[in-house]
């Protein structure tokens, strides 16, 4: 008396790999910013299909080549597909069950546990500790409790996972609030990154050639590791910190990016309404040389979108004001180059976004950000 809904989901998608904006370096400094700006574009059309016969039951078994996909008439290529297996049970086997269960009237008796049951959504709250503040970790832990109580549905299925990967057993999907709260102060950075105004941008102009940027680099160190040292010093220890920067970021995104396809994969396997709620800080694109990398954020979107998996991603930061500089700099040599480190905050502010937001509008999800108040999002994000 059991019988299985197939829900055939195909995905026509076209993604664009990330690249620079035109242009070559600007020797004088002014559009170095710019020019490590990426555009990062991806089509997605996701289509999802009960098929029949003309008796109204399910056809089982049917494969990619069963479909053809028409856009205005004109034949589209299916790039992914999947099934979906749904088990729902019969109305003359619920009524039966009402009956041995002393319910002559067929009123609804849930006749299998709520733990047995599929859930109706399953949620993924995947927080990126290696690209987090330990102001932004404080401020989701309180959200991500408050959210748990007030937020998740009885059929709901939840898991807290961090992109270090450290939950073990805890990291499982549950209905269990006291488990997913424990999970929640369980969680850590993995290692705190140094607060620095040697961005991944400025360095990556610094990595560049950007002489003008190297001038603006050495001042950053020399205030911030407050050194009197001689020029030629200055200069070694800040190509050596710009390395040092770009490696790092780079680090901290392979390892986010890397457990987040795992997450999207595993999620492959359930069924229902799939969603992963991930809040960071953003992350940067650099690869090792100093170049933009969107290689590791379209296998994720791919793996997602395979999985039938939609991504919101929740900036942890909230609203803020950019540093003074000013204050921060009272020992700048040229006070032009405090217009000159502005613009680099504000490029590599920009530039963390980018990924999160390929991220999200390329799987069906949204980047939700410049909001203090992160519950509101999360509600946004995953329906409720």
């Known amino acids: 008396m059991i019988r299985h809904l197939c829900i055939f989901l195909i995905v026509m998608s076209c993604v664009g790999s990330g690249t620079p904006a035109s242009g070559q370096t600007n020797k004088g400094g002014q559009d170095s910013a710019k020019d490590q700006s990426v555009k990062l574009q991806s089509e997605l059309v996701e289509l999802r299909a009960v098929v029949t016969d003309k008796q109204g039951r399910l056809i089982d078994g049917l494969k990619k080549e069963d479909f053809e996909l028409l856009e205005n008439g004109k034949p589209q290529q299916v790039s992914f597909f999947s099934v979906e297996n749904l088990t729902i049970r019969s109305t003359a086997a619920s009524k039966e069950n009402n009956l041995k269960a002393g319910n002559p009237a067929g009123n609804a008796v849930e006749s299998t546990s709520s733990a047995a049951r599929p859930p109706a959504r399953t949620i993924a709250l995947y927080v990126d500790t290696l690209n987090l503040s330990l102001d932004s970790l404080t401020r989701t832990k309180q959200t991500l409790h408050r ?54 941008s400025l360095a990556a102009a610094v990595e560049a050639g950007d002489n003008s940027a190297l001038v603006l680099a050495e001042d950053v160190v020399r205030v911030e590791e407050r050194l009197h040292i001689p020029k030629q010093a200055l200069e070694q220890l800040t190509l050596s910190k710009v390395k040092e920067v770009i490696g790092q970021a780079a680090y901290r995104r392979r390892g986010s990016l890397f457990t987040l396809k795992a997450v999207a994969e595993s999620l492959s396997k359930i069924p229902g309404q799939r969603i992963i709620a991930m809040l960071t800080d953003g992350f940067s694109l650099m690869d090792n040389e100093g170049r933009p990398d969107t290689g590791d954020v379209n296998s994720v979107i791919s793996r997602a979108v395979r999985s039938g998996v939609v991504i919101y991603c929740i900036d942890a930061k909230g609203l803020r004001t950019l540093p003074g500089l000013e204050a921060q700099f009272p020992g700048v040599g040229d006070p032009h180059l405090i217009a000159d480190l502005n613009r680099y905050v504000l490029a590599s502010e920009e530039e963390y976004r980018n990924g999160v937001n390929a991220l999200a509008h390329d799987t069906g999800g949204e980047l939700l950000l410049n909001t203090n108040d992160i519950d509101a999002s999360l509600k946004q994000g995953t329906g409720r």
Request: net charge negative; proline share 6%.
């Open 147 to 200: 959210f748990v109580d007030q937020r998740l549905a009885p059929g709901d299925m939840a898991a807290v996972i961090s992109s270090t990967g450290s939950g073990g057993a805890l990291e499982q999907f549950t209905r269990d609030r006291k488990v997913l709260h424990y999970a929640i102060d369980r969680l850590s950075l993995g290692s705190l990154p140094q607060e620095s105004l040697l961005t991944p």
